[in-house]
């Protein structure tokens, strides 16, 4: 049953949001002449002189796609974006976008211009973690690093995680799908050992990760990483010679949230990068530009399931900076 006690407070919060963005504006604009106010899911929107003004409230690094969606459709000449938060990020992925993106990082009433903040550095895992790389291919999982960080996946499932244990300051390798699994896992088979344990594991998530297999929670998280190992098996889906994962633009904070994966491929011997998607994801494009700049090639596509491929997508890539296409694939 729905809470009716929540509407009202939406609603409000709405208002507030609405009314914290028009003061804004009004203070770094002057007067607003007929501002047009418009729905805008996490946060605030108003359109004043063809100029769009996105107040981000929810999660406002992952908020470029949403505002530029909004302010496409309304054929705005600039996107004003602003945030408390996650301003380094937007700036860096608001450059070159036409309409021109600027963003700003609010301080109580007043607006600055946000600084775009770089791209976080590759680097290697600690002394001591890629010694257990053979026991995780071993057992079956692959090998994967993304930001000096060594993990094991099986179809695109964190299966394992190399960590340092803070009291004796050795590698150990840790098994079990995020930080509460893996945890309960040594507890409860921490006498076990680890290759005996991971393989097991490995065993049983990969059942549930195959073709055609029953709808269980193991085969719903990381889908955009079950689509990218599909695409390492099986290249010639996308027309490539050869698919290589590669670490995303930003580190992931929970695997068991659903965000974009990276690879590189090689097709007709150019450099191609490839996002992987699954699900309706607005800031994939956003997400895609970066991964471009950290790719180092001309050219990316973003490939996604056909029912999360829509046309609003598409008129992004044609607003972003660089060369990205939607690429829909079954």
């Known amino acids: 049953m729905t809470s009716a006690a929540s509407r009202p407070d939406d609603t409000r919060r709405r208002q507030l949001l609405a009314g914290k963005l028009s003061a804004l504006a009004r203070e770094h604009r002057g007067s607003l002449s007929e501002p047009q106010v418009g729905e805008f899911g996490g946060g605030a929107a108003l359109l004043v002189d063809a100029e769009a003004w996105v107040l981000l409230d929810e999660r406002p690094e992952q908020g470029l796609g949403a505002a530029m969606a909004w302010a496409l459709r309304r054929n705005a000449a ?175 904070t929970n695997v068991k949230d659903a965000v974009p994966c990276v690879a590189l491929a090689t097709i007709d011997g150019a450099r191609v990068t490839v996002v992987c998607s699954t699900g309706i994801d607005l800031d994939v494009v956003p997400f895609a530009v970066d991964a471009l700049a950290a790719g180092g090639s001309d050219r990316c596509v973003v490939v996604m399931p056909p029912r999360d491929a829509i046309d609003i997508q598409r008129q992004l890539t044609i607003a972003a900076p660089g060369s990205i296409e939607i690429m829909p694939i079954n």
Do not use: K
């Open 78 to 252: 600039v996107v004003n974006l602003l945030a408390e938060g996650g301003t380094g990020c937007l700036a860096r992925r608001a450059i070159g976008w036409t309409p021109t993106v600027r963003v700003w990082q609010v301080a109580e009433r007043t607006l600055q211009a946000a600084r775009p903040e770089p791209l976080v550095a590759a680097m290697p895992p600690p002394d001591g973690h890629m010694a257990f790389a053979t026991l995780i291919s071993e057992s079956g999982a692959l090998p994967v690093i993304e930001f000096g960080v060594l993990t094991g996946e099986v179809d695109g499932l964190e299966v394992c995680r190399v960590v340092t244990d803070p009291a004796t300051g050795a590698a150990r390798l840790e098994v079990g799908v995020g930080a509460h699994d893996r945890e309960a896992f040594q507890l409860l088979h921490g006498d076990r050992p680890t290759a005996e344990s991971l393989a097991e594991v490995v065993r049983f998530v990969g059942s549930h990760r195959r073709p055609g297999a029953t709808r269980h929670p193991l085969n719903l998280l990381a889908q955009e990483r079950a689509l990218r190992c599909r695409l390492v098996a099986d290249s010639a889906l996308i027309g490539a010679q050869l698919v290589v994962p590669v670490a995303p633009p930003v580190p992931r």
